[in-house]
């Protein structure tokens, strides 16, 4: 369970966003959406791959 303590004229926005930011470093929804759908791990590793060479095509000839 995550707390955020508001501190003093601070406003409800800006302790929202910082919940939100905490909230994301849990990776809870990230895991909850991962969950929601079983993916063989043959599919994983084939969009791993695809992930891989589109990073590699895109990010690894860069010439300076």
């Known amino acids: 369970m995550l ?3 508001i501190k003093d004229n601070e406003s409800i ?3 929202l966003k910082r919940f939100k930011k905490k909230f994301e470093k849990t990776k809870v929804l990230k895991e909850l ?3 929601q759908a079983f993916e063989k791990s ?3 590793r084939r969009f ?3 992930r891989a060479s589109y ?3 895109t ?3 860069i010439d300076d």
């Open 3 to 5: 707390h955020i303590q």
């Open 55 to 57: 990073k590699q095509k």
């Open 59 to 61: 990010y690894g000839h």
């Open 48 to 50: 791993e791959v695809i």
């Open 42 to 44: 043959s599919v994983a």
């Open 13 to 15: 926005d800006k302790a």
């Open 33 to 35: 959406r991962r969950r």
